[in-house]
């Protein structure tokens, strides 16, 4: 599988486990507040191709560090764009390793088939704008349907999961807020996180704003009303 990076241990991007990021090259949404350019722009992806780790390279880690990890994030760009995503996992968990995905929700079927494996033990999945308004935001290729579906899969999997929103000022007006209180409506686990007016895909979003604190706790407050458990990073 394509590895565009490593992060050899984080505590912070598994809740409560050790683990090490894998990160996957390539995107199919375009939103303008990407912090990973790198690794979503073809153009971008190309210039760093050189720098790509062998799969072996990682296992060999693995193998060396495994022991002080619980488990591994599979990140991107987008992991489920990976032909041999599946594999790759099994490779994982062959080693006794947890493994939690991130993904974007635009591939249903990619999801349901590696909890159907029992690949997985933690999803993480994006929930950009509300739905009316995805496309706006991500792109053209972002489908109602298969996002509402993986909602749906991973919701009804059984496994610890958490739908997450990154809060950008000039995105999430009021309107929208209450548009996607609908739709996450009866789920389990939402996380809040602030948009960061860094280096973004799209410059324009670099003069976007982020919520203040008070701000970012009101909103939590409105989706605490939907959803069981809804936290701020
Ligand atoms: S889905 Fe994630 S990786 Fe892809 S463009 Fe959006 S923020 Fe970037």
């Given at each position: 599988m394509l590895i565009s990076g490593i992060?050899?241990?984080?505590?912070?991007?598994?809740?409560?486990k050790v683990s090490c990021i894998v990160f996957t090259p390539g995107c199919n949404f375009r939103c303008g507040y990407c912090h990973n350019p790198e690794f979503?722009?073809?153009?971008?992806?190309?210039?760093?191709?050189s720098n790509f780790i062998a799969e072996e390279a990682f296992f060999n880690f693995l193998d060396q560090r495994g022991e002080l990890l619980d488990g591994v994030v599979v990140t991107g760009g987008e992991p489920t764009l990976m032909?041999?995503?599946?594999?790759?996992?099994?490779?994982?968990?062959?080693?006794?390793?947890?493994?939690?995905?991130?993904s974007n929700g635009n591939r249903p079927g990619?999801?349901?088939?590696?909890?159907?494996?029992?690949?997985?033990?933690?999803?993480?999945?994006?929930?950009?704008?509300?739905m009316?308004?995805?496309?706006?935001?991500?792109?053209?290729?972002?489908?109602?349907?298969?996002l509402v579906e993986?909602?749906?899969?991973?919701?009804?999997?059984?496994?610890?999961?958490?739908?997450?929103?990154?809060?950008?000022?000039e995105v999430h007006t009021p309107n929208v807020i209450e548009e996607m209180c609908d739709l996450l409506k009866g789920k389990k686990m939402l996380y809040l996180q602030g948009f960061r007016p860094?280096?973004?895909?799209?410059?324009?979003?670099?003069?976007?704003?982020?919520?203040?604190?008070?701000?970012?706790?009101a909103i939590a407050e409105k989706f605490r009303k939907f959803v069981d458990k809804v936290y701020i990073r």
């Open positions: 992060q050899p241990f984080t505590v912070l991007d598994y809740p409560e979503v722009l073809p153009e971008k992806i190309a210039a760093l191709r032909p041999d995503l599946e594999n790759f996992i099994k490779k994982i968990k062959s080693r006794g390793l947890l493994v939690k995905l991130d990619v999801l349901r088939r590696l909890i159907e494996n029992k690949l997985l033990d933690y999803i993480a999945m994006d929930i950009k704008t509300s009316p308004r995805y496309q706006s935001l991500v792109g053209k290729l972002a489908s109602e349907n298969q993986s909602m749906r899969i991973i919701h009804e999997s059984g496994l610890p999961y958490e739908f997450r929103t990154t809060l950008v000022k860094e280096t973004t895909l799209s410059p324009a979003f670099e003069t976007y704003s982020s919520f203040t604190a008070e701000e970012t706790e």
